[in-house]
């Protein structure tokens, strides 16, 4: 039968292989509620041992996207695991949730032991950073279905908030303020644009380039998302936090407003964070009008975190005793829409 299946392009062994090899990257994210052991036909998480009493259970799932491309020109595939859970995770924080579990999906052509091991320990280092237990995953290996090399990778996960503490933007009110956290690069969305951008003016992925140390422009788009669970739960634990935003594909414009009351709108200030060298490269690689880039990108601000503005600085302090660069960029207005200032502005 195995011979057989193995005739038709599938390579069970090397499948048996894969569960070997990633057994201990699984075993790192174990914490408190994590149940079973890989290869069991469901993950299992003990909700009873968090004594919550009045448990809401948040789940999100995405995928990396046309980032995968990059990956592949670049034969780089320890990091794409982490844009995997931060694409999840950071969702589910948006409501005040802590990630508890992630399950992953890797679907390839042909299954390859020592890159499908490369990509589960990238999203084993994503748990571990988000604090949250790999407790299954599928590697589906599918003759036909993918160019030599290529794969594609979702994931999925749950948190949980006390029902009290659920965030969703009802609290929101005019004259809050948004503190924002910095990202570490174009993280995993408008990797499509990013892609023509690079075509269009003729640049290689190996190419070294001078505004970015003489990196090679492949490696600083592969920078992973950052994970911001850890330190946005010391902030919504020690300050009264109305809102959040993950700052995702859409960018400002689409993802900010979603935690906004009806008649509320925003003014950012544009000057009050650095926008990461990427961000001006690819504006001026691609000629794209200053103003639609924050349609699109998130900017060099990955998380926003929407407060009262005598509690912004207390959420900053906690924030940089993380490490992260925080600070204020804007406040919300009783007028719709997202306005950038390009021009510093006292809030």
């Known amino acids: 039968m195995a011979k057989s299946y193995e005739q ?23 914490r408190i509620g994590s149940m079973g052991n890989i290869g069991s ?14 448990p ?11 980032k995968l491309k990059i990956a592949f020109a670049m034969d780089k595939h320890d990091t794409i695991g982490i844009d995997a859970v931060a694409m999840c995770v950071n969702d589910v924080l948006a409501q005040g949730a ?30 571990r950073q988000a604090g949250c237990a790999l407790v299954g995953g599928e590697t589906a290996e599918m003759p036909g279905m993918y160019a030599d090399g290529e794969y594609d990778i979702a994931g999925y996960t749950t948190g949980v908030v006390e029902k009290a ?29 990013v892609r023509k951008i690079v075509a269009d003016a003729g640049l290689s992925y190996q190419d070294e380039i001078p505004e970015f140390g003489g990196r090679k422009l492949g490696d600083v788009l592969l920078t992973p998302t950052k994970i911001y669970v850890k ?3 010391d902030v919504i634990r020690q300050c009264d936090v109305h809102g959040v935003a993950h700052i995702t594909g859409g960018g400002f414009d689409e993802n900010i407003p ?9 003014e950012i200030r544009e000057g009050s964070w650095e926008i990461l060298p990427v961000f001006q490269m690819l504006e001026k690689w691609g000629g794209v009008p200053h103003r639609e880039m924050f349609n699109i990108f998130n900017m ?5 975190a929407v407060l009262d503005a005598a509690e912004a600085p207390k959420a900053i302090s906690i924030l940089e005793a993380h490490g992260e660069k925080a600070t204020v960029i804007g406040r919300v207005t009783d007028t719709p829409g997202v306005v950038i200032l390009s021009e510093a502005k006292n809030l």
């Open 258 to 266: 979603r935690v906004l009351q009806s008649g509320q709108g925003l």
């Open 165 to 193: 503490k659920l965030i969703d933007g009802s609290k929101v009110k005019v004259g809050d303020v948004l503190v924002g956290i910095a990202s570490s690069g174009v993280h995993s969305n408008g990797f499509s644009l």
């Open 300 to 304: 060099g601000v990955g998380m926003i």
């Open 98 to 127: 802590e990630p508890l579990f992630f399950l992953d999906y890797v679907a390839l052509g042909h299954n390859i032991p020592a890159k499908v091991e490369a990509i589960v320990a990238g999203v084993a280092e994503g748990c």
């Open 8 to 30: 038709s392009g599938v390579n069970l062994e090397a499948g048996y292989e894969v569960v070997r090899r990633i057994k201990q990257h699984v075993a790192s994210t174990a």
């Open 56 to 66: 809401v259970l948040v789940s999100g799932t995405d995928g990396v996207g046309t």
């Open 41 to 54: 036909f469901g993950g299992m998480f003990d909700l009873a041992a968090l004594h919550i009493k009045e």
């Open 231 to 233: 330190q946005m739960l």
